[in-house]
């Protein structure tokens, strides 16, 4: 099984990859080290890059084949999460869902990967 780890440089994404990887599993981890670190990706493929870039998903999805999607890709901070939603489009804020997890869940679907966590 095949899975792409969205911030999987972060803390709480890198230790999940671990795990993935010592269970078993192939991983790609997609990160743009805003907040994680790239010595913390320790198993798996690293690609630095936004998981809101289109092509990037694109390619990414076309060259390989996902079963699923774990997606950690935030701001650390809870503060710049709620100051600076709108522009990043990388967290959920109120009733908003910001247009990059759209655009990350459509790729899911688009290329059949089963399961977005």
């Known amino acids: 099984m095949k899975i792409l780890v969205t911030g999987g440089a972060g803390y709480i ?7 993935l990887n010592e269970k078993g ?4 981890v ?19 890059g936004d998981f809101g870039d289109q092509e990037l998903l694109d390619k ?3 060259e390989n084949r996902f079963d ?3 997606h ?10 709620v100051i600076h939603w709108s522009v990043s489009g990388k967290n959920i804020f109120g ?3 910001p247009p990059a997890f759209y655009r990350c869940r ?9 399961t977005m966590k």
Do not use: I
């Open 30 to 48: 997609l990160d743009d080290l805003s907040d994680g670190h790239r010595e913390a990706v320790t198993d798996g493929e690293f690609v630095e």
């Open 72 to 81: 950690f890709a935030a701001f650390a901070s809870v503060p710049d999460s």
């Open 60 to 62: 990414l999805m076309t």
């Open 106 to 114: 459509d790729e899911c679907r688009r290329y059949e990967a089963d």
């Open 13 to 19: 994404g890198s230790h999940t990859n671990r795990l």
């Open 25 to 28: 599993f192939e991983t790609v």
């Open 95 to 97: 009733d908003e869902t």
């Open 68 to 70: 699923a999607v774990f």
